[in-house]
């Protein structure tokens, strides 16, 4: 499995740059990353972005295909897809900080091929997911119609995992900075 992290948005409402926006003096991105790296869960850890921010990365960067740059996560997961072939692709948005070791494991440890996905009362949490290699076709045929609802994806044989199964606020998505107060 591979593990992605999208961090290629353009952060209109946080105002700057998310994936490099520092809390306690280290960016969102690594965060993230340093949680994939250790579950121990991943064959390779890959940072999904456009080409305006390839260079602010530390790690190993896979660049938006160009017919589909600005398209949003699904544009992501469809180019890693296409970069790094692999049966399954764990999914998470840089703009997840909190995401916790705990959490990735749960979700691969519920993973039995199809789609598998974070929910709670509200919404579905599609950019902490699941993605087997199956749908890459798929995706691809949505990108061309620019359909780029990650739902869309979804199916009767999704499984939906429900946050309350891991402890705390590890999911919470942080779009402004003022998400970050009381943190």
């Given at each position: 499995m591979i593990g992605v992290i999208?961090?290629?948005g353009e952060s209109r409402?946080?105002?700057?740059?998310k994936a490099l926006y520092e809390l306690e003096g280290k960016p969102f991105y690594q965060y993230v990353y340093d949680t994939l790296v250790a579950s121990s869960q991943f064959e390779q850890v890959v940072i999904n972005t456009n080409a305006q921010l390839k260079d602010a990365f530390k790690q190993e960067v896979i660049v938006d295909d160009s017919r589909y740059q600005g398209l949003g996560p699904m544009a992501g997961i469809y180019t890693v897809m296409a970069a790094v072939p692999d049966d399954a692709y764990f999914v998470v948005s840089v703009d997840t900080p909190f995401l916790t070791t705990e959490a990735v494991?749960?979700?691969i440890e519920h993973f039995q091929g199809n789609t598998t996905v974070y929910r709670d009362y509200e919404q579905i949490h599609a950019t902490i997911g699941i993605y087997p290699h199956k749908l890459k076709k798929t995706i691809k045929q949505y990108l061309d119609h620019?359909?780029?609802?990650?739902r869309a994806l979804f199916d009767e044989e999704t499984t939906y995992i429900d946050v309350s199964a891991v402890p705390g606020h590890w999911y919470q998505n942080i779009n402004r900075p003022e998400d970050l107060k009381g943190v």
């Open positions: 999208l961090a290629g409402r946080f105002g700057s740059q494991n749960y979700l620019r359909d780029l609802r990650l």
